[in-house]
């Protein structure tokens, strides 16, 4: 029993040693097992995965074209800049294409009331200003310090009183408590009760307005948003001493009705905190900072801190409408030998034919005399000897002096050149004398005459344009030119029968045209 025994354990020894194996055989088989059905799991998730992405990608594709198709808006645009950083090379098909045509608010004339701030003391020569663009259709009002004497054929907008300031502090030495009133104007305006107002148009008595233009800018924005709109000035240190995110209040500005709204609810608080403040638009300014509105600028508004001749400013243009003229009694009249208002009366004639494209410029080369031709349409055409590009053309010459007299050309907010650098270079100004339109051919006829003044002594062997006496400038006025992308026309010189006379066309350019010799 004893060997049997033995032989037994031996064979359970042996039996236990095959059975270990067949454990680790089948537990190395439930490991390789388990492995591959992670693989496969690992696998089939990622190929879910990737094809979620896909879809996730077709999807937003579709998503941000049906909003594109519904909205048009600008936010489309920043959702596809968004998806670029997530969703790779492929995103950018999402990205919607600028429009035919820019989104524009149907503004008319009854939506806007002007606000005027004046003085008593100067109402009687300011008031010719107000004459020049104000219309009996329109609604406004004129704030003043106290009553004035008026005559019943004026054609002017409604006269008020400011209301009483007294009780607000105003510790500037530099300044005048008038700022005070001033500054409240928009908020006195809203306070009259107006209807089916959407905009709220801030001026000086001093500030001249091209109406039209000012319905071509507000037309651009959305009413019920808030908005205020206007311009810098031009003078580098009057920025820096103000701010540049201020709209200087002679040369205009526009708030939107909402953000009226808002501001007569804490404007009289508001400009409590500010007693230090110099004026009435830096008062307004810090009341849109506290509000969180920023401004939005516009070219066309001209504040013109500047003393001397403006043609170099206004020939010269920005591609933009104009809007405002403003410091009317501080530069030289528009156009030579006329009175400041005669000037802006002449000014005006233009503005009727085509306000649109008033002061915009046109640049053109005349070949056979190698002059450069700049044209400020309805004002001012420019004839100079030589080539000059049209990156200095299209920089305002410095016929005119900064608003702090010991600044220098270092101290505007722009680029600027000087007049002429080497004698042969003054320009020749022709001056607009008249307009006349052809109706048959829908086209505008301009009579510029030269102003003939001496001229420095020129050694260069070439023409002189002295032997022009007239340029007629044809154009065909452009209504809807600022509802497309900002161009300056391009000119062309047409033949003439006359050597004391010149033809150009000002026209939109054609497919491969620019301004080259």
Known sequence: MGGSGYKFEDSDKKSSHTGSHMIGFRATITWVFLIMSMLYVLYSSNHLLNSQDCATLVNIKNHLQTVTNVTGSNDVSKLGVQGKQGLGQEAKEVVPSRPQQFSRFDTELKHIVFGIAASSNLWEKRKEYIKLWWKKEMRGVVWLDKKVRMRGNEVLPEIRISGDTRGFKYTNRQGQRSALRISRVVSETLRLGMKDVRWFVMGDDDTVFVVENVLRILSKYDHNQFYYIGHPSESHIQNIFFSYTMAFGGGGFAISYPLAVELEKMQDRCIQRYPALYGSDDRMQACMAELGVPLTKEAGFHQYDVYGNLVGLLSAHPVAPLVTLHHLDVVEPVFPRMSRVKALQHLFQSVEFDSASIMQQSICYDKDHLWSISISWGYVVQVIRGVMSPRELETPSRTFLNWYRKGDFTSYSFNTRPVYRDPCQKPFLFYLTTNRLHRDKNKVFGFYKLERSRSPHCRWKMASPDTIDTII?????????????????????????????????????????????
């Open 473 to 517: 400038v044809l154009k065909r006025p452009d209504p809807v030119r600022w509802e497309k992308s900002p161009r300056r026309d391009c000119c062309r010189i047409l033949p003439s029968k006359k050597n004391s006379t010149m033809f150009l066309w000002v026209d939109n350019c054609r497919e491969g045209e620019m301004s080259e010799l």
